[in-house]
C-alpha cells in the first residue's frame, strides 16, 4: 500500500485493486476518484497521468515563473470540467511533483446546505501557524482574515494556494479570493482553483467572481475525456468492450474506472450501478457503515466517524481496500462525490432520514459542533427542534463572515418552522433574513420580510424594536423605487421613537429621514434636520449615525451651496464610517461619494474612488452598493471613450441582477445612451421605460440619467416632442447650483434640437463655451477632459470641413454611427462631395475585442510612440490615449506596453 496526499495535505492510503486476473500496466488513470490499474501502486510523477501532461505542465511553469523571477507576482491557475473528470487528481499530481521546499496551502469547498464561512481557508491555513490560521483562530474582524491572506503570500518564498470546488464556496471565501486577485501582483503565489463548468451559469456568484478577473494573469486548464486509445489502454486484459466502455462514460476518467472495476459479467447501464455493483461485493457490515457515512457530504471527521459507527471503524478496512473510502487526517472521505452521492440516495429516504438524525444527534453531544453541518444534517432529517435552536445563530455567524448566501440559506431553514417561535423571536429572525435579502440586491423580497417583521414587532408592544424596523422597511422600500410609501414609513418611525426613551434609536431614524429629504430635492429641510441629528447622535454615542448624517448632508449641502462643502462632508463621513468599522455605512459613503464626483467631472479622483469603493463592497458583500459602483466605473469608461468596456459592464449588470429596483435608473439609461449613439433600434423603448420609471421614482439622479439621455436620443432620432416632454419637467428641477452640471448637460442636448436654447448663470464648462457658439474653446476643454464623444460633437460645429472631418474621424472610432450620419450631412452642406467610408474593421471583429480606436493606439504602440507622440498623431489628448492603453492592456491580457506590442506583431506576422 502507498500513500498520497489528501485534502489539507493530509495522508492518506491509496489501496490496490483486486487483479481480476488483470497483469500490471505501467500507467495508471488519477480521476476525482483516485482508482488504480489492478496491481498499481499510485506515483505522482510526470507522464502517471494519462492523457494530462499538458495540463501538469501548466501548473508547473506557473511555479517556475515564480521561481525563476524574485520579482514576478502571481498567478490564478482556472482547473475545470465536469464531475469526474480528474481535476482533485491533477492537483494532487501536482502537489507530489513539488514536495521539494514549495509551501503548498490546500483546502476545499464543501457540498452543504450551508457551506462554513470561510471553511476551505481554514482548512488549507490548518497547521500551517502562519497569520492566516491566526486570523482565522477566532472571530476577528473581515478586513484582519484579508490583511492576513495578503501577508500569507506577500514573503519572498513561492507558494501555492489550491481551493477545489469552489462552485460551492461561501461568498467569504469568494471575497477573500477576490482581494487577493487584485493584489496578486504583489503577491507570490499560484493561486489553483477548480471546478465544475456546468454547476457555473449566469447568476451564479463564481460567474462574477470570475468575471472580475480581467486584467489579472489567469492560466485556464480545461480538463477533457480521455480518448477512445486511453479508455482502451485501460481496458486491456479485463475482458471489457473498450469501446462500448468509451460510449458508456463518454471518456470520463472517474466513470471509466468504476465501469472497468466491475468483474466483466457486470455489465452496467449507468455509473450508479457500477458503483453499487462494487457496494454488493462488500460484507453487510462493512456495506451498512458506508450507508451511514454516504449522507455526510465531503469528509467525516474520526469524532463523528465513530460516534456514527459505535467506534467500530475497523468495518471499513474492506472498502479502503477496494478504493471505496480514503483516510485522512482529518478524517474519512469517499473517493469521489458521486459514489457518494450514488450510495446516499440508494437509501430509502426514511433510513435517509433516520441516518441524518443519527448525524445530528452525534454532532450535539460535540463541545463546539460545527453549526453548518448541524443545521444541514437538521435540515435532512426534518429535526424542527434543532433547525430553530441553531440556524439563527449558524445565519448570524455566516452573516458576519460576510458569507450572505450561507446566512439566507440557515435564515429560511428556520423561517419554514417559524410558527414556533415567539412573536419576538420570529421578528428578529425575519429581520435579520431581511437585511441580508436587501445586501444581496433582492429588494422585493426585502421588503416583504421586513414588513412582516413590522407586523411581528407590532405585537409585543416595544416601540424601540418597532422604530428601528421601520427605518429598515424604509430603506427596502426606497430601494424598489417606491419613494412616497418609503417616506412614510420613515416618518412613521420617527413618531413612535418619538414616545419611547431611546435617544440612540430616534436619531437613526431622524438620520434616515434626512437622507430621505436629501435624496428627493427638500435640501434645506434636510440640512436643518441632520445637523440636528448629528448632535443627538453625538450625544447617544452613535458614531454610525453620526457619519451618516455627514454623509446626506454632504449630498444636501452640494445642492443648494456647490460641491466644495458637501464633498468635504463626503470624505469626512467616509473617513468615519471607515474607521469605526460602520460597513454599510462605508458602502453609502462611497456610492454617494462617487455620484457626486461623476457630475461634477472629478474624473481622477472618481476613478480612485471606485477602486477603492468597489474593493471595499467586494470584500464586504455589499452587492446592492456594488451595483452603484459598477454602473458608474461604466460612466466614467463611456466618458473616456471605451465604449466596450462601458457596454459590456452595463449589460452584464442589466442581465446578471434580476430586478435592481431603483438602480435600474443608474444602468439601463446610459447603457440605452450607448445603444442610440450606436443606432441599435433597441435604445428608444429602453429609454421611454427608464423615463417613466425616473418620474416614478422621484429622484433628481434617476430623472437627469434618464432624461439627458432620452433627448439625447431625441436628436438622434429626430423627435423633437420627446425632448419638449424632458425639458418640461426636468429643466425646473435642476434649478439649484448643485444641478448645474445636470442642467448644463441637459440644456446642452436641447440646444442640438433647438438652437434657441442659450446658457444660465453659472453654466459650467465646457458646456457654457458650446451653448455660446464657441466651438473651439468646448472642443479643446473636453479634448483635456479626455471624452472623445463630446469633443467631436463640438467639431462638428465649425464652419470649415476640416475640424467636421475630424470629428467624423473620431464618431467612427467610437462606433458612434447615429452622431456620424449627422457629421456627414453638415460635411455635405458645407460642400465636401468625397467623403470617407466607414470602418472596415469594428470591434466585432478584431480578436481581442478592441474598438476601431483602440486597434490604431495598438498599432502605434507597436511603433514604440509615446502616449504623447499617440496622442499627438491621432488628434487626442494624452489622458485618453492612457485609458486606451490601459483598455488595451487589460484586454489582451497582458502587463506591459512592450508585451502588447509583441503581441500584436506576432498577430500581424500571422497568415
Known sequence: MSTDRGRGGASVSVAHMPAYGVPTSEFVVLTDGERTRPGVTIAHMAGAIIERDFELGVLAAAVRGLRADSAAGGTIVLVTGEAGIGKTSLVRAFQEAHRDGLRVLVGACDDLMAPCGLGPLREAACGTGGPLERALGGARPREEVFAAAAAEFGGPDPAVLIVEDVHWADDGTLDVLRYLARRLVDLRVVIVLTFRNEAVGAGHPLQEFLGELAGVAVRRVPLRPLTPAAVEALAEGTGRDSAAVHELTGGNPFYVTEALAVPPEVIPETVSDAVLARLRRLGDACRS????????????????????????????????????????????????????????????????????????????????????????????????AVILAFAPEAGRRAARAGSRRQAIAHYEAALRHAGELSLRERAALVDDYAWELYNTHRYPEAVLAASEAVTLYEGPGDPVLLGEALVRLSRHIFMT??????????????????????????????????????????????????????????????????????????MAATEVYGPDGGLRLLRGSLALAKGGGHHEHTARAYTNLGELLYRFGRYDELDASLKEGLAFVDDHGFWSHAYNLEAHRCLLHMRRGDWNTAREGLRRLIEDAGDPGMLYL???????????????????????????????????????????????????????EVADQVRDVLLPRTERQGAAPLRAELVRYLARIDPGETGFPGCPEPYASGLRGDWQS??????????????????????QPGPVLEALDILRGLGATAAAGKVRARLRALGVSRLPRGPAVTTRTHPAGLTERQADVLRLLAQNLTNAEIADRLVVSVRTVDHHVSAILGKLGVRSRREAAALHGAHAETP
Open 666 to 720: 443608474y444602468s439601463v439609461p446610459p447603457y440605452a445612451r450607448l445603444l442610440a449613439r450606436c443606432g441599435d433600434e433597441q435604445a428608444g423603448p429602453l429609454l421611454g421605460e427608464a423615463w417613466a420609471r425616473a418620474r416614478r421614482h422621484r429622484s433628481l439622479l434617476g430623472l437627469a440619467y434618464a432624461g439627458i439621455a432620452y433627448v439625447e436620443w431625441a436628436w438622434l432620432a429626430g423627435a423633437p
Open 481 to 554: 423605487g417606491r419613494t412616497e410609501e418609503a417616506e412614510a414609513a420613515v416618518v412613521r418611525a420617527v413618531r413612535v421613537l418619538e414616545d419611547a426613551d431611546s435617544p440612540s434609536a430616534l436619531a437613526q431614524a431622524h438620520a434616515n429621514h434626512g437622507a430621505f429629504l436629501a435624496l428627493t430635492e427638500r435640501a434645506e429641510e434636510a440640512i436643518h434636520l441632520l445637523r440636528q441629528t448629528m448632535k443627538e447622535a453625538t450625544n447617544a454615542g452613535r458614531t454610525d449615525v453620526v457619519a451618516l448624517s455627514a454623509n446626506y448632508l454632504g
Open 778 to 799: 468646448a472642443a479643446a476643454a473636453w479634448r483635456r477632459i479626455g471624452d472623445p464623444y463630446e469633443t467631436a460633437l463640438e467639431l462638428a460645429e465649425a464652419d
Open 289 to 384: 457503515a458506508l450507508e451511514r457515512l454516504s449522507v455526510v457530504p465531503t469528509y467525516v471527521g474520526f469524532a463523528l466517524a465513530e460516534g456514527l459507527l459505535g467506534g467500530r471503524l475497523d468495518v471499513l478496512a474492506e472498502a479502503e481496500e477496494q478504493g471505496i473510502l480514503l483516510v485522512r487526517d482529518e478524517g474519512l472521505a469517499f473517493r469521489h462525490e458521486l459514489a457518494r452521492r450514488a450510495i446516499a440516495q440508494s437509501v430509502p429516504a426514511l433510513r435517509r432520514r433516520e441516518l441524518n438524525r443519527a448525524v445530528v444527534a452525534v454532532l450535539r453531544e460535540q463541545e463546539n459542533p460545527d453549526l453548518d453541518r448541524l443545521v444541514h444534517h437538521a435540515v435532512e432529517a426534518d429535526d424542527v
